[in-house]
């Protein structure tokens, strides 16, 4: 099992790094393998903990007692948010001297008749105070802001995107994150097929267009579903080729052919489903903005390519958390 994997990876690293004294006494494996990376993670600890996680309708409750007979609850939306809330309760009074770590914890109550066993159920608070025995502090507050710790949901992004007469591939990967904000670095490529329509003829066109974008985003969660709305602008270069035509006239009178680079800036709104622990299923709509325009000679002389200004596509693709 992962988790097992991971412990032994604790507790084979070096007497130096004083790993969290975190016991968890129930979890599903999924959940404790998330956990146990956070705790891997933090640098610095505090009181020893033992610690419960019972899946409930909203997500996980975590239920946890140190040794200094502090016991602190909440539920949280999924096992990444478990994981920095236990992390944050095993850092938070780091800077107050550990008890010995010989402490025994226990969850067996004074009484046998209230031997209570947490069960994949929502715990109801006589669950709860089955675990408290006189002199606990409760304590349901953090000492540390989540947001600041969300360094483990960073997410990389793959999608298809296109409308009737484009097509192309879209990655983003994440770079930052403080809280509900991320920036982002976007890259695209797509097919382009154009007529453009002048006065004595037309152009039939191919662009094949590449993009480079910085993006910045507001991303907001409710249960599995993930919404976010970014803003991004960079450069794209564009190769376009093409043929020309005259009204009444079968054969092409001349080819044309055009390479430049160009600013360009993109908008988007991304709907995504949870499908997996770390896997979301994106779809939304995609506008872009090009400021471009290329002349370009002809055996009659010169041709101005008419400037694609706005298009509206849609994507879709998945999205990995990390």
Sequence with gaps: MKWLALAIVAAAAPAAADPCDVRIKHAPDDVRAVVTQWLLDEPECGAALEVRIVPTDGGLYVFARDANGRVRERTVPDAQSAGVLIASWAAADASVSKPAMDVTLSYVPSQPTMNVELSYVRAPPAAVEAFNTPGTQRDVGVNRSLASRARGEKTFALHVFGNQNTFGMRGEHDVWRRGPWVA???????????????????????????????????????????????????????????????????????????????????????????????VYLDAGPLASVLVQRYYVETTMGHTEIEPRGFELMFFGGMRYMR
């Design 184 to 278: 982002a670095a976007v890259m695209s490529l797509a097919h382009d097929d154009h007529v453009d329509f002048e006065n004595r003829g037309f152009d039939e066109l191919e662009y094949a267009d590449f993009k480079t974008l910085a993006s910045i985003a507001l991303v907001g969660r409710q249960g599995p579903w993930r919404v976010q709305w970014s803003a991004a602008g960079g450069l794209v270069t564009t190769y376009v080729k093409g043929r020309s035509f005259l009204y009444g006239l079968q054969e092409a009178y001349g080819d044309l052919s055009a390479l430049g680079v160009s600013p360009t800036f993109e908008s988007a709104l991304t709907v995504g489903l949870k499908i997996a622990p770390q």
